[in-house]
């Protein structure tokens, strides 16, 4: 019940901002957009490629590029591909570097202010390695739907095309080239067995739960606590609708 709140919350914090950015109507044309969003992007060294050379959802695992970065990958009929690696630095503790991966795909829209809205197919995940938790090294479900304030395509004299997103509070995504014009995806489908997503009223969508496991190791089986509680409480419940029944 809290995740399906918390879900709401941010929906409808998408929904507002959405609503702002189209008080501006941003205007699509030539001069900023001088490709389509279909291909594959990458950052920096263009080490982090969407595709099957980083992630393997068959097993949730990754293939670690050689540096950070981000590639987002789209199709002209509305799929998209996510893979970002990454490093968060600890203020207090300096030698506690988060180093985190996630992977993500599903459909995506373009609204008439621009905005661009991606939402999961709910099979992604995310390895998360922090040497200083007592889980030092996490796999997790990872999807949420993600809005793009706005975005521009303009074109370098020596690198080509390059792709500016902005996030939903117009915070710039690091610039991304294009590595190819056709796009370097995994099957547009649920690749893994997931819990089942479900939408809420406004549209968005959630996982349900997220479930947490080492890298490496098979998700754990139910509490035998929690599994004895759980009969107990159905036995109970069996038990109080006999006597209402009876009367």
Known sequence: MHSLHFVSLISLL???????????????????????????????????????????????????PKTTGKSYSFTNDGFFEIARYQFTSNGTTPSCIIGTLDWSHGTYEILDNGSIITTPFGDGYQQVQDPCAANSNL?????????????????????GYKLHLFEF???PVEPQFQVSNQPNMLPTQILRNVTPAFSTTNGF???????LRRAGSETGAASPKLAAGAGLTVTLCAFVGLIMLAL
């Open 139 to 159: 796999i997790q479900n990872f999807n949420f739907t993600e809005l793009y304030q706005s975005w521009r395509i303009f074109q370098d004299p020596v690198t």
């Open 169 to 171: 509070d117009g915070t």
């Open 14 to 64: 998408l929904s507002s901002l959405s609503q702002r950015v189209d008080a501006q109507q941003i205007i699509l044309d030539s001069i900023h957009n001088l490709t389509s969003l279909q291909g594959t992007w990458s950052t920096g060294a263009q080490n982090v490629v969407t595709g099957s050379g980083f992630a393997n959802p068959a097993n949730e695992s990754f293939i670690y």
């Open 205 to 211: 969508v959630s996982t349900g739960h997220r479930m």
